[in-house]
C-alpha cells in the first residue's frame, strides 16, 4: 500500500516556481529510491513489528508497590527525578507531537516551489513513514519489559500522586522515552531532506543544528513533567536517530544493489552485481 501511494505521487508529476530561498537543484543526483524489493517487504515487516508492540505495550499492567524498583536501584543520574511530576511539562510536551508534520511540510514546500518533485517527495514520505513507524514500534516493545516506571509514579503528594493512582499499566515501563525517538527521527528527516534537496546552501548546519535543539528539548520537556529519567531520553534520541539513518542507508544501498525479503521464520537479502 505505501509503495503505491509512492508510485501514485511519481505518475503525477511535478512542476513550479523555483524558490527564492534557496537555489533551485532539482537536476542534482538524489541519493536514495524507492522499490517495490524492497519496501513491500520492509513495509511488512515494519506492521508486523508494529502489531507485536501494541499488543505487548497494551497488556502491561500495574506493578504493586511492594514490587516496585527502589529508588537506590536508579542510576546516580536518575535519582534525583524520582518522584518528580510537573502537569505543565506534562501538556507542553504533548503539544509537541505537532512537529512531526514538520519534515512533510519542508518536502511539501520544496515540491510546491520546483526544488524538488512528485517522485522526491513521495520517497522521502514513504522513508519517513517507515521510520517513525518502526521507531514506534520498538519503542513499544522495549517499554512493555518494564525495567523501571515512570518518575511520577513513587511521588508521594501532590498533584504527582494522584496522578501515581490512576496510573495505568504503561507507567511501569519508563525506559525508554518514545517522545524522544519520535522528535529525533523527524528532526534526522528534517536535516537530511533540506542537505538532499539543497545541498549547497549556507543554512545546511542551522536546520540540523535547529532541529536537533527541538528534538531536545523535547526530551528535556519529558524529564522535567516526570514521564522520563534522562536515561530514557538519551536512548530514545538515539533509537530514533539511528532507526532513522538505518532506513535512509538501506534505500540509499538498494538504489545500487540490494533487495530484501521477509517471510515466516526466514528473513535475508539479494545483492545485484
Avoid at 119 to 148: C, H, K, P, T
Avoid at 151 to 158: F, I, L, N, S, T
Wanted: hydrophobic share 45%; charged share 15%; proline share 4%.
Amino acid at each position: 500500500m505505501l509503495c503505491a501511494a509512492t508510485l501514485a505521487f511519481s505518475a503525477l508529476g511535478a512542476s513550479g516556481i523555483a524558490s527564492s530561498a534557496f537555489p533551485v537543484e532539482n537536476s542534482a543526483p538524489r541519493h536514495y529510491d524507492v522499490s517495490e524489493r524492497l519496501d513491500v517487504p520492509l513495509a511488512l515487516g515494519i506492521a508486523l513489528t508494529s502489531a507485536l508492540g501494541v499488543y505487548q505495550y497494551y497488556g502491561m499492567e500495574r506493578v504493586s508497590a511492594g514490587d516496585l524498583r527502589a529508588k537506590s536501584d536508579f542510576l546516580p543520574w536518575d535519582r534525583p527525578f524520582v518522584g518528580r511530576y510537573s502537569e505543565w511539562a506534562t501538556v507542553v510536551s504533548h503539544y509537541t507531537g505537532a512537529l512531526a508534520v514538520v519534515p512533510l511540510a519542508l518536502a511539501g514546500y520544496s515540491w510546491y516551489n520546483g526544488d524538488a518533485d512528485a517522485y522526491d517527495f513521495g520517497a522521502f514520505a514513504l522513508m519517513f513513514v517507515e521510520a517513525f513507524a518502526l521507531q514506534n514500534a520498538l519503542n513499544q516493545i522495549v517499554r512493555s519489559s518494564q525495567l523501571w516506571p515512570r518518575p511520577y509514579v513513587y511521588a508521594e503528594r501532590g498533584k504527582g500522586a494522584k496522578k501515581a493512582k490512576e496510573a495505568r499499566g504503561e507507567a511501569y515501563g519508563s525506559f525508554y522515552s518514545g517522545h524522544a525517538s519520535a522528535a529525533f527521527t523527524v528532526a534526522t528527516f528534517t536535516g537530511e531532506w533540506f542537505s538532499e534537496i539543497y545541498p549547497n546552501s549556507n543554512y545546511k548546519a542551522l536546520v540540523w543544528t535547529s532541529s536537533y535543539a527541538l528534538a531536545a528539548g523535547v526530551g528535556i520537556l519529558r524529564v522535567v513533567a516526570g514521564k522520563h529519567y534522562p536515561s530514557d531520553v538519551i536512548f530514545g534520541a538515539l533509537m530514533g536517530a539511528g532507526v532513522s539513518f538505518g532506513v535512509l542507508k538501506l534505500h540509499e544501498i538498494c538504489k545500487k544493489n540490494i533487495a530484501i525479503w521477509a517471510i515466516p521464520g526466514n528473513i535475508g537479502a539479494v545483492f545485484y552485481f
